[in-house]
């Protein structure tokens, strides 16, 4: 896989201060970015607030 050379340095700093090969630190970066986007589907599968519940009139 090709990356921009400043995210291929991060991802290697970061691999060296986990103590991991820069392949795993890759793998450990995607399933977390994964694991975020599942998240933010299960919310939006949610159903809405009602929005009149908290509204009062005066």
């Not at 450990?28 to 809405?48: H, M, N, R, V």
């Amino acid at each position: 896989m090709r990356l921009p050379p400043d995210l291929h340095m991060a991802l290697k700093l970061s691999a060296v201060r986990n103590r991991r090969t820069l392949n795993a630190e890759f793998v450990f970066a995607l399933e977390g970015y994964a694991a975020t986007i599942s998240e933010t589907e299960k919310a939006s599968d949610q159903p809405a607030s009602n929005p009149d519940a908290s509204t009062t009139t005066l």
